[in-house]
């Protein structure tokens, strides 16, 4: 079975590599998962984002990261940002950034440019 291609959008692949190691590879075995059509082991929809918006929450050693993706179209995954998280709420700086980048994309989907 052929997996979903990861769109990777603004700085979310240089944001996610920049995670501590184990970080990276329980992110990059999550969305491995996602291609595949499983659901990650730790995850929370966040329609308010935008509709089937999803955080993967990972904990590495007391500190958190996220990766926000979509994965509700036929062929693509689309990562809309990764980072740490710094308090219990998501900052408005990037819940700027995923909905900016949700916006994004939905308007190149409406005019036919799925990438």
Do not use: C
């Amino acid at each position: 079975m052929t997996g979903k291609i990861i769109d990777w959008r603004g700085s979310s692949l240089e944001d996610l590599k920049a995670f501590p190691e184990s970080a990276r590879i329980v992110a990059g075995r999550q969305l491995r998962n996602i291609q595949h059509g499983l659901e990650p082991n730790d995850f929370k929809m966040i329609n308010n984002w935008g509709t089937g918006v999803i955080e993967i929450r990972l904990d590495d050693h007391s500190k958190a990261y996220r990766v926000v993706y979509i994965a509700k179209f036929e062929r693509k995954i689309y990562v809309l940002h990764s980072f740490q998280k710094k308090s219990q709420r998501t900052s408005q700086k990037d819940v700027n950034i995923i909905k900016t980048r949700y916006k994004d994309i939905i308007h190149e989907r409406r005019a036919g440019n799925d990438r």
